[in-house]
């Protein structure tokens, strides 16, 4: 059956979720705050800037007005930039009703509360059910229809399992996890590490390389993620490894392309410039670097992150300091994977 979706945020996330809802058979009511973007995806059915070539199917409609994209909506699909999430949450608070589903799509951790995403707009809809969908997906991908998995994780089984129903197709298939901590921490946190194979890459090194930082990066991701109150077996699934492969490894992440342009020697604005889109990781290596100090949590490749982001050490350096990092024994650091 058919169900009224809303999903606030036209870019290409939302655009491709869109796509692969209205071909499921819901009507799906988008909401921006560009005119263009709006007039684009209405009149040309394409959104030509950010996702060409997908086209966006007759169920689809496109409004600047949210009360009117919110109407009559079964559930809301949140796919704002992760610092937009506050204030979209609390622009839409007064038109969600009691109990409604809000799903995150978004990627990220809130800058200065140190707050998963789920946890802010729960905050400013206190009056919504809120739960997760996210998973090793690229917008690029999902819009053409390329096989790809996902995880809808919500605390109640219940709910999980309706996000599963109405996205589950042929070419999106779905999982539900109860661990909304971890599938949350595992989709923001990678995209750090997917920033620093990014760097790597431009620097000019190698596969050798970039295996080292996308094992490591997991181990102390996990580190963090068990600290807070996630199950590690989560960081083993697709919003943990899976999620991490396909950002690091991929020009489609935007992560990994600001990360080769900072590696080359561009600066961190310079980078994002560039990639003309939101590099969800320059906020959440900050972020998780003040949770990793907060909490004492070693996260050695987020800490150097941080320095070539934001106090601009060389990448080089950077390298250098991890690689002549005091001896380790590497199942002491990474046993919280192996502890289920």
């Known amino acids: 059956m058919g169900r009224n979706i809303a999903i606030i945020g036209a870019g290409s996330w939302g655009t491709a979720l869109s796509v692969l809802l209205a071909n499921n058979g819901h009507q799906v009511k988008m909401w921006t705050i560009f005119k263009d973007e709006a007039d684009m995806i209405n009149q040309q059915r394409e959104h030509v800037s950010k996702l060409p070539g997908v086209a966006v199917p007759e169920g689809v409609t ?99 399992e309706f996000i599963q129903d109405i996205f589950m197709s042929p070419r999106f298939r779905v999982y539900t996890n109860p661990d909304v901590v971890g599938v949350e921490l595992g989709a923001a946190l990678k995209n750090v590490i997917a920033l620093c194979a990014g760097i790597s890459d431009g620097l000019g090194f190698g596969d050798n390389t970039k295996a080292a930082l996308m094992t490591r990066g997991m181990a102390e991701i996990s580190r963090l993620g068990v600290a807070m109150g996630a199950k590690p077996q989560t960081f083993a699934g697709l919003t943990g490894i899976g999620d991490l492969i396909v950002t690091c490894t991929s020009m489609h992440s935007r992560n990994r392309r600001a990360g080769i342009l900072i590696g080359q020697g561009k600066s961190m604005q310079e980078a994002i410039d560039e990639v003309k889109m939101v590099v969800e990781g320059v906020t959440t290596a900050k972020a998780a670097y003040e949770l990793s100090t907060k909490m004492n949590i070693s996260m050695p490749i987020t800490s150097e992150a941080y320095e070539v982001l934001f106090n601009g050490k060389s990448a080089k350096q950077a390298v250098m300091d991890l690689m002549m990092r005091n001896k380790k024994h590497e199942i002491e650091e990474t046993a919280v994977l192996g502890s289920w």
Do not use: N, Y
């Not at 979209?88 to 009691?98: L, P, Q, R, T, V």
């Not at 589903?101 to 951790?109: A, F, N, P, T, Y």
């Not at 800058?111 to 009056?127: K, N």
């Open 62 to 160: 496109c409004t600047l007005d949210v009360e009117e994209a919110l109407k009559d909506s079964e559930a809301v699909v949140m796919v704002v930039p992760s610092h937009t999430i506050r204030s979209s949450a609390k622009g839409i608070s007064k038109f969600i009703d009691k109990g409604k589903l809000v799903i995150s799509c978004s990627k990220g951790i809130e800058e200065g509360t140190g707050l998963r995403l789920s946890q802010v707009i729960s905050q400013e809809i206190p009056q919504a059910q809120v739960a997760v969908l996210c998973g090793p997906s690229h917008a690029e991908e999902v819009g053409r229809g390329v096989p790809t998995t996902v995880v809808s994780a919500c605390e109640s089984k219940e709910t999980a």
